[in-house]
């Protein structure tokens, strides 16, 4: 009896295993034939000469290669990073490729918040401006875990302590205007279910809520954009947006298993590269069209439709309250 048991028990997990490799499939074979049959690619050639833009994240995948146009470009480039070592690695890319010297790298944990405000305030001494902000440092796939601060470690990652840089950094945006913020969402924003009252915790058991707030902090850069949109200056341009199925390592910490069919997924739909991820990153950093454009959603450079969640006027506002009750 116990034998078989087991054996109908190690069915049960078998068949469930196959089910979520064929329901991803699915997914993401309509995505790539539905919604992404073309890969956008930013056609401004806007110059940034003289300007100072700040990419979080921004040594490795779309984050590096967002610095890397963006300094192509002549910005003074700053990477906000957790890793010097690695950091160091990518400003010697970055500077060997684009002939830029102005690459810098200053320390930040977005989840801690005493980083996060050490950093602000360093910033602030040094840069006498900031015309463009990439808000593009993200987590997902990790164990749900609590950070020093109390929060929901990929919420404050992916977006209470991004909420809490940008408030730190608004009045040298203001001073540097016209000048812009991106948001680094996602399509997995559709899938959000927000809670304010939890909009910190933990819910659910450890899978549930392992996708459930990585959700929710994608679904929160959307509303964060409309809120910053009615909020800032009309001459700071305000926007979120989806970079594309990229394949980079962001999601590292999934289950071994699920991992192994997610990268092998990757190679056969042909996923974007980092360099293809950053097109619409970069399009709403420098194309002249968007510059007036605010509290907008973007996917393949181009304004797309969000969840439609995101328009009610009352959530963002309440979203916006207990972000700043918890960042302060």
């Not at 002549?74 to 002939?99: F, L, N, P």
């Not at 979120?240 to 192994?260: A, D, E, M, Y």
Request: net charge positive; hydrophobic share 45%; with cysteine.
């Amino acid at each position: 009896m116990f034998l078989t048991a087991v054996y109908y028990l190690l069915l049960i997990v078998f068949n469930l295993y196959i089910a979520i490799c064929l329901l991803t499939l699915l997914g993401l074979l309509y995505y790539k034939i539905r919604i992404e049959s073309v890969k956008g690619v930013c056609k401004s050639n806007a110059r940034l000469d003289g300007k100072i833009a700040l990419v979080t994240g921004g040594n490795q995948g779309i984050g590096l290669e967002t610095a890397r146009e963006l300094a192509a470009r002549g910005a003074r480039v700053i990477i906000a990073c957790r890793g010097a070592e690695k950091s160091a690695e990518a400003i010697q890319d970055i500077v060997a490729t684009t002939g830029n010297k102005q690459v810098e790298y200053m320390h930040l944990d977005l989840s801690k918040f005493s980083s996060i405000r050490k950093f602000a305030a360093d910033f602030n001494n040094i840069y006498d401006r900031l015309d463009i902000l990439v808000n593009n440092a993200g987590r997902g796939g990790d164990k749900p875990k609590y950070t020093v601060d109390g929060i929901d470690f990929v919420m404050q990652v992916n977006y209470f302590g991004p909420f809490l840089l940008t408030k730190l950094l608004t009045e040298k945006l203001i001073a540097s205007k016209p000048s812009r913020i991106v948001i680094v969402s996602s399509i997995l924003h559709f899938f959000g279910n927000i809670n304010v009252d939890t909009l910190d915790k933990i819910v659910g058991h450890s899978l549930k809520a392992m996708f459930y707030n990585y959700n929710n902090s994608k679904l929160c850069g959307v509303l964060w954009a409309k809120a910053l949109a009615k909020k800032l200056p009309e001459e700071i341009s305000v926007n979120s947006l989806h970079p594309g199925l990229v394949r980079t390592n962001i999601f590292n910490k999934l289950p071994p298993w699920f991992r192994k069919v997610f990268m092998f997924l990757c190679d056969l739909l042909n996923f974007k590269t980092p360099k293809e991820g950053a097109q619409t990153v970069v399009h709403l950093c420098v194309a002249e069209e968007v510059q007036n454009v605010r509290g907008k959603y973007f996917s393949e450079c181009c304004e797309v439709k969000h969840k439609g969640l995101a328009n009610n006027e009352d959530l963002v506002e309440r979203v916006w309250n207990k972000s700043v009750e918890l960042t302060s």
